[in-house]
């Protein structure tokens, strides 16, 4: 690895590249130009390395896994980089002598959107990881124009503005035109007979896109190896566009070319409901198509091994089902270009698949109307139909007349195409992404699966980059750790558990407090500076950051809140525990009763924070564009952990292992890995509460919960979902979720697991006022969230599914 030998280097390197980049005076540069100024340095410094480190798999033919995902939320890079090549000391003493901040240059990089929350969070943890382990491993994905919105609160209502994030240009890009590949849509596809009577696919006047691949490295944290994010951008061919001009036909033309631009142009705003359904099968089939062209090429020129010998080489990984037209799309390739025999093809797609499942909310379930799917991916339509009737024909025959276990199984029913189903069917390894979740895989969602290919199924629980977010989200903290157990744990994040012995230690309780502190007055500031109001940092910081969602119950929460508010107003004299409440998401643009819960928890800020006798004792605040970089804000100032939603529905989470790690308490249900956490830290430094996963499935099954009965026998809750529609919230009203809770029986609980939360929050007060045990309990969480780093998930993904090994250089 290159370095600055030091900083009079970096100096003399940065005045050289900022007069060549921007051919102007260094004083009048501003700070997104210095920022790009930086990243283009680290580009010269790790581009040999990221050239060998490709070199070096090759010429070891190393088995390499590609991780296919419809969103990489990667963050900003510049710190995580600088922290990864180990110059950020050099380069923040460069730059205060040449007149500038590195903390005020760091914010000027735009926070790349590209991906709605945990999903794509957790593909970004995952390479990152992959280059820490030195692990051959890479990212594939769209590189869209404009990530998720930006989220602004006007009359108390979110409002999306679009996020055109590459407007100053992306430095850490790099465009490869001669690695571009051409991807088919429509036309017509038939099986015909060739000389030898085989029978070959004719695809016809189908459309055709170019894929033009952007990568980013992904560097290694103090190693020399750089992995590849590629990011795929759809253009226009311009020979159909000529070929189609020449015809005569302007408008045609036209059409052709705008519908092109579409494919890369948006990302998605919804990560559990699926719209623009058309444009978005378009955008999973062009990047997949031009993520497998471009590996089997690769394979190809680089590797000189049989094609039959794929599987031992590649390995593909698609998260989630967005990218599961992997399979026939490989089977294609296979068939099509490669020649190869259909049984063939079927057994090596098979064991180079991998596939994750991340929901079980049925309405998330991917499916897609056959005759769209048909129109648009004519070839793929024919392949699917035929893997389709194969494995129903078998079926069948194991369990003759019993069309349920058909149903259950099936890749096309209904009119519809089951990706999901596709995806099983499809891979050699199915894993769910925390127990409980992976459970629930077994015994319902994909029961019938199980009971054909036991052995595909496992579980891999998440996990986060302990360098994001907590090397670079929290240095106090990481320093802090370094102090008392010295800093192995920055490469073997379980050695955190050493610091189980500090537990009690009253030095490092008296240390952690004025770290977690400071935290608390570096939010404060940025709630002043943006907000314009003061919070108390002596009061609890409690958090809920995350999408909105009914089933991840922000209502629960508020609720909480209100009933506070009337316990205040009806006893003047009550004191409770000083609390701050923090809120932040994004709701989906469509998703009418998550933008209501924005309002509401808008509402009632106002209603709160403008008492100024209540005000003194709790303030909620509703803060603006949850992304990353927020996050890591918000995650080293927290207290408490919110993570409320009911039992059976989040399939792992990932914010409350980042909680957890800055030493927060999670007041949890026993969902997703808050099972996991609650395992390891056990009931005295966690608070659970709520309905089980089992009993939540037993009522969803069996009935026996009724909402207006809960609404008649108990004053409280009457009270709170009256004033959501009497007027006595600041004149408001909230039909919508006022009906959500009774006249729609209450989905998710919410009013079955309120009296349990206001007990769990009562908890929390008791515990926050015995100082030393809350700092204990703090200690033990971080010490403990050494196991929810992606380094673990990552080298078990390597171990037991990919089989690939780390490459040292
Ligand atoms: C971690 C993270 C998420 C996922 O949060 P959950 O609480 O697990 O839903 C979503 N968005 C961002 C920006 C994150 O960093």
């Known amino acids: 690895m290159k370095k600055w030998q030091d900083k009079e280097e970096f100096k003399k390197l940065f005045t050289e590249k900022a007069h060549i980049l921007w051919e102007k005076d260094l004083r009048d540069m501003t700070l997104n130009e210095v920022y790009q100024t930086i990243a283009y340095m680290i580009r010269d410094l790790v ?8 070199e070096i798999y090759a010429e070891q033919k190393v ?5 296919f995902s419809i969103e990489f939320l990667i963050g900003r890079l510049l710190e995580s980089n600088l922290l990864g090549i180990d110059m950020d000391d050099i380069c923040r003493q460069g730059l205060e002598d040449l007149g500038w901040d590195l903390d005020k240059v760091i914010p000027a990089e735009r926070d790349p959107g590209l991906g709605n929350g945990g999903l794509g969070r957790l593909a970004a943890c995952f390479i990152d990881s992959l280059a820490a382990l030195q692990l051959p491993g890479h990212g594939n994905s769209i590189r869209y124009q404009y990530g998720l919105f930006n989220q602004r609160i006007v009359d108390n209502q979110q409002v999306e503005l679009p996020d055109n994030w590459l407007v100053n240009g992306y430095p850490w890009e790099v465009k490869k035109v001669d690695k571009a590949v051409y991807v088919r849509f429509g036309g017509n596809a038939y099986m015909r007979p060739d000389e030898d009577g085989s029978l070959e696919c004719v695809h016809e006047k189908y459309s055709s896109v170019r894929a033009v691949p952007y990568d980013v490295p992904i560097i290694g944290y103090h190693n020399n190896t750089v992995n590849t994010l590629r990011l795929w951008r759809a253009e226009y061919s311009r020979e159909q566009l000529y070929q189609e001009l020449s015809l005569g036909d302007r408008r045609r033309a036209f059409r052709y070319k705008d519908s092109v631009q579409q494919i890369s142009r948006f990302l998605y705003p919804d990560d559990s409901n699926e719209d623009g359904r058309r444009l978005r099968l378009m955008q999973e ?13 690769h394979y190809k020129k680089k590797y000189h091994e049989s094609i039959y010998k794929f599987d031992r080489y590649v390995a593909i990984h698609i998260n989630d089902t967005h990218p599961a037209l992997v399979i026939p799309e490989l089977m294609r390739i296979l068939m099509d270009e490669e020649g190869v025999s259909w049984d063939a093809a079927w057994n090596i797609t098979v064991r180079t698949v991998a596939y994750t499942n991340h929901t079980i909310l049925p309405e998330a379930m991917e499916k897609w109307s056959i005759p769209m799917f048909k129109e648009l991916l004519p070839r793929i339509y024919l392949i699917v139909e035929e893997i389709n ?22 890749v096309l029913w209904d009119g519809q195409v089951h990706m999901a189903h596709l995806a099983v069917l499809g891979s050699h390894s199915v894993n769910g992404v925390a127990e409980i979740h992976s459970q629930i895989l077994k015994d319902s969602t994909l029961h019938q699966f199980y009971t054909c290919f036991p052995h595909r199924f496992s579980n891999k629980t998440n996990g986060i980059s302990h360098r994001r977010w907590l090397i670079e989200a929290n240095p106090q903290l990481a320093s802090l750790i370094d102090e008392a157990i010295g800093d192995g744990w920055r490469r073997t994040p379980s050695k955190l558990q050493d610091l189980m012995p500090f537990a009690d230690d009253p030095s490092f309780q008296e240390q952690l407090t004025r770290v977690k502190k400071e935290r608390k007055d570096i939010l404060a500031r940025y709630i002043r500076d943006r907000y314009d109001t003061d919070v108390r940092t002596d009061s609890i910081f409690d958090i ?3 999408r909105i969602h009914l089933y991840k119950r922000q209502t629960l929460n508020i609720l909480h809140i209100l009933h506070l508010y009337y316990l205040l107003k009806d006893n003047p004299k009550l004191k409770i ?19 209501e819960t924005i309002r509401l928890i808008n ?18 605040l509703f803060l603006e564009n949850y992304n990353v970089s927020l996050g890591q804000l918000l995650f080293p100032a927290a207290d408490v952990s919110e993570q409320i939603s009911t039992a059976g529905k989040e399939a792992s989470g990932t914010g409350n292992m980042k909680f957890m790690m800055n030493g927060a308490i999670t007041l949890g249900t026993l969902d997703g890995a808050n099972v996991e956490i609650h395992r390891k830290v056990g009931d005295e430094n966690c608070v659970i509460f709520g309905l089980r996963a089992d009993e939540v499935m037993n009522y969803y099954i069996h009935g026996g919960y009724s909402s207006w009965q809960m609404y008649s026998g108990d004053a409280d809750i009457r009270r709170l979902m009256d004033a959501l529609v009497d007027g006595s919230i600041s004149g408001e009203h909230f039909g919508m979720l006022y009906s959500s809770f009774l006249d ?9 697991d309120f009296k349990s939360y206001c007990q769990a929050q009562q908890e929390i007060a008791k515990r926050y006022g015995n100082h030393p045990q809350w700092c204990h309990s703090s200690v033990v969480n971080i010490a403990q969230s050494g196991y929810f780093s992606s380094d673990r998930t990552i080298q078990q993904y390597a171990d037991d599914i990919w089989r690939i090994k780390p490459v040292k250089h």
């Open 63 to 67: 088995k390499q896994v590609y991780y």
């Open 285 to 297: 089939y062009f990047f997949v198509s031009a993520g497998l062209q471009s590996i089997v090429r």
């Open 744 to 752: 729609k029986n209450d989905e998710y609980f919410v009013l079955k």
């Open 577 to 595: 525990t000083p609390r701050t409440f923090l809120f932040g998401g994004k709701a989906a643009a469509g998703y009418g009763e998550a933008k």
């Open 47 to 54: 581009s040999e390395d990221w050239i060998r480190t490709n």
């Open 544 to 546: 809920q950051i995350k």
């Open 389 to 410: 009737n194969r494995w129903l024909k078998e079926v069948r025959s194991l369990y003759p007349g019993d069309e349920s276990r058909a149903r259950d199984v099936a």
């Open 603 to 620: 509402v009632v800020a106002h209603m709160v924070n403008s008492d100024r006798r209540i005000s003194k004792q709790m303030k909620v």
